[in-house]
């Protein structure tokens, strides 16, 4: 593949397997494309995945997932413990090989614009594609969630980007655009009191006051009897993963309660390399920094 764009697409389903592989497969055994990973969460009720290739390829296997996810889930039967508005919750592209911000955005115009068409979903504009700056933040977007968003779409400063003015019966509404590359963190705390995860994301995220980079909420994980700050760094160079994770930890100690685990997602190798600086104060043997080159895996890639 000459020219390379990542779509993480998050789906509102996390527990019904054959519906999650049946969406799966609009991106398998499709040339310039491929499925790095993909994770569910029951507890959260969505799924994600991580897939890769040319921009064409991605527009005509998007679209495929788009209609078949429209047709296994219906929104006014989920329920979950993740804010989510749509069937399809929200597409984000990010470049990686030979393409630019400009043509991820140029991708989710063109992919909104014919899956509006095909399918009647309306679709909002986000991150680096948004039209306003009130669309910016997905979670700004996303207020209101499933059950209030036909109510929302009444206001003019709400009319979506593509697609009808009211939400698809059963499919809701989806947010799509161009991002940097963002990392998924969660952190899993050591007690069931949702109370104390909302208050630590509150200290976290930025539009309460905290790191500039982070967006944070408090959620519930009944499957595992535990809570989480689940949040998105959307620049881990300026807003690092220790920085955040340490502030965490610094905060559930007032508490006296433990981290249990944390969860990310995809990473780049330069964080990791960043992490262990951090976390190991690790310098090269021979001079300078800790760096890649000292990893024996970076010579095979």
């Not at 609009?26 to 790095?36: A, D, G, S, T």
């Amino acid at each position: 593949m000459k020219r390379i764009i990542l779509t993480a697409p998050n789906f509102s389903e996390g527990r019904d397997q054959e519906k999650i592989q049946k969406i799966l497969d609009c991106f398998r055994n499709r040339e310039h494309v491929q499925i790095l990973r993909w994770q569910r969460d029951p507890d959260h009720n969505r799924f994600g995945a991580n897939v890769i290739g040319e921009p064409e390829a991605i527009y005509e296997a998007m679209l495929e997932a788009i209609g078949t996810a429209l047709e296994l889930i219906d929104m006014t039967k989920h329920h979950g413990q993740h804010p989510r508005m749509g069937a399809v919750d929200v597409i984000p592209l990010t470049p990686l090989r030979n393409c630019t911000i400009e043509d991820c955005s140029e991708l989710a115009h063109k992919i909104a614009s014919e899956a509006a068409d095909k399918y009647h979903l309306p679709f909002f504009l986000y991150e680096k594609s948004a039209n306003t700056p009130a669309r910016t933040n997905l979670a700004e977007i996303r207020k209101g969630e499933f059950e209030g968003m036909a109510e929302k779409l009444k206001s003019p400063e709400w009319k979506p980007d593509y697609g009808p003015d009211t939400i698809h019966p059963t499919g809701g509404v989806t947010a799509i655009g161009a991002r940097d590359f963002m990392i998924a963190l969660n952190v899993n705390l050591g007690t069931t009191d949702l109370s104390i995860a909302k208050e630590i994301a509150k200290r976290v995220r930025f539009s309460s006051g905290g790191f500039r980079y982070v967006k944070a909420i408090g959620v519930e994980m009944k499957g595992r009897n535990l809570v989480q700050v689940s949040m998105d760094l959307t620049n881990y160079k300026k807003t690092s993963v220790c920085t955040v994770i340490e502030c965490i930890r610094a905060l559930t100690l007032k508490h006296g309660i433990p981290i249990v685990s944390c969860q990310i997602g995809m990473l780049s190798l330069d964080m990791l390399i960043e992490i262990a600086r951090e976390y190991l104060n690790l310098e090269s043997l021979f001079e300078g920094p800790f760096s890649a080159d000292q990893i024996f895996e970076t010579y095979l890639l």
